[in-house]
């Protein structure tokens, strides 16, 4: 680390932790949105303001205004109005760029709470304890995004700018599709590298697993209960469904025990049946059951060949079940690829460098077992992305929380990232 590195370093750290207590408010405003799917606009609208305030020129439109479908990396749409999906991008553009240009990006958008009465307090409620903050989001990953936002927070209190164009991004559908991320790419904005700080315990993404959603229509045969045996009850073929599936999953990962990324990992590729529903009536047997499921995959599985398995691995169990037909299936969410973050990019030295300067030990690298926004940059449309950020969680439980004071040391670590990258000059005069 240079003496410079180590002043600079020192001099936002100083303009960080100053800071500590607006940030930390921040992040509990965000907590306070309700952002599940189709809630995210009045957050989005409270994080335009912020970002407009800081001087940079606001784009706020929805998924349905750009045209996505059939582009790199999109997602099935149902059961969806994109009209109410807000993206918000705010441009902080150099006058005269003279370093690299950077996209920040992070997803307000979050997964449901679930029952009510297995959280603590409740989950839009923010609550600090003992150095954490609990509440739905707050890990996964508004903390991420108020990281961001008060990093370029801390150059502009020391009276810096980027020399390059930044571009602050807040997306939804990451926990679905990634619609939302993609919608910005197809917007225009594009960069040298892009950098989402997720929650990763300030470890770096090697690779992960993509995923893929479907929804299976079982059909039973109702009849009365009273001659239950001479009908067929949908609810009850789904097991058989789900077991077919859980087999598909586990050859997957005998598979998996070679892969070059995965292979440490026991059983890496997760099947969840998330969703069921089905059955009209108490005194019938049930003549509809349907469930929406997920599936891992990994890197060097095509999309076309996991849902060709999928297919097969159904139309086999309704075989055995002598159906009339296979289940009606619909692919509803993430059609995400896996993929594997190349090593060797500049970005990722540049952040090494940075996390030791402000951690004093080496960057971690890890294979995670799930799927992120990062594919649509990196794997896309060829911009090197970075995934770190700071400690958390419970994320997807009613035990979410994140460490206010990872939060802080990550902020220090982005705003030193962003110097190191773009390149830094002095605060024009009369930007806010």
Avoid at 158 to 183: H, K, Q, R, W
Avoid at 314 to 339: K, M, S
Avoid at 357 to 362: K, L
Avoid at 391 to 409: K, V
């Amino acid at each position: 680390m240079t003496t410079d590195t180590t002043g600079l370093l020192a001099l936002l750290s100083s303009a960080i932790e100053a800071n500590a207590a607006a940030q930390t408010a921040f992040l509990a405003k965000l907590v306070s949105f309700d952002t599940t799917r189709g809630k995210e606009a009045a957050c989005q609208d409270f994080i335009a303001g912020e970002l407009a305030s800081r001087g940079g020129v606001v784009d706020r439109f929805t998924i349905a205004e750009v045209p996505i479908a059939g582009k790199p990396g999109a997602s099935a749409i149902v059961d969806v109005d994109y009209e109410k999906a807000v993206q918000v991008v705010a441009a902080f553009r150099a006058p005269e760029p003279a370093g690299r240009s950077l996209i920040l990006q992070g997803h307000i958008d979050v997964v449901p709470t679930g029952p009510l009465e297995q959280w603590a307090h409740p989950p839009f409620e923010p609550v600090i304890k003992d150095g954490f903050m609990y509440g739905r989001g707050s890990t996964d990953m508004k903390v991420g995004v108020a990281s961001m936002i008060f990093a370029l927070d801390a150059l502009a209190a020391i009276g810096l700018e980027p020399a390059a164009d930044v571009f602050v991004e807040t997306v939804s559908e990451e926990e679905c599709t990634g619609n939302g991320a993609l919608a910005t790419l197809e917007r225009g904005y594009r960069a040298d590298a892009c950098f989402i700080p997720e929650s990763m315990d300030n470890k770096l993404i090697r690779a992960e697993l993509g995923s893929v959603w479907f929804r299976l229509r079982i059909l039973g045969k109702p009849v009365h209960v009273l001659q239950a045996q001479a009908g067929a009850s949908a609810i009850l073929a789904t097991y058989d469904y789900i077991t077919a599936l859980q087999a598909l999953t586990a050859r997957i990962n005998e598979r998996a025990r070679s892969h070059p990324w995965f292979g440490h990992i026991e059983n890496p590729v997760k099947f969840s049946c998330g969703k069921i529903r089905g059955g009209d009536w108490l005194g019938s047997v049930p003549a509809w059951c349907e469930i929406e499921c997920r599936l891992s995959v990994l890197p060097g599985d095509s999309l076309p060949d996991m849902r060709a398995w999928v297919l097969e691995t159904v139309a086999d169990c309704a075989e055995r079940l002598g159906a009339d037909a296979p289940p009606a299936l619909t692919w509803i969410g993430f059609q995400a690829d896996g993929h594997v973050f190349e090593p060797g990019s500049e970005a990722e030295a540049v952040l090494e460098r940075v996390h030791e300067a402000v951690f004093a030990t080496p960057l971690e690298r890890f294979s995670m077992t799930a799927t992120s926004d990062t594919r649509q940059y990196d794997l896309y449309y060829g911009i090197p992305t970075l995934c770190y950020g700071p400690r958390g969680s419970g994320a997807h439980s009613a035990a979410e929380r994140t460490d206010l004071a990872s939060m802080i040391e990550t902020t220090k670590a982005i705003a030193l990232f962003i110097a190191e990258w773009c390149g830094t000059r002095p605060k024009a005069s009369g930007h806010a």
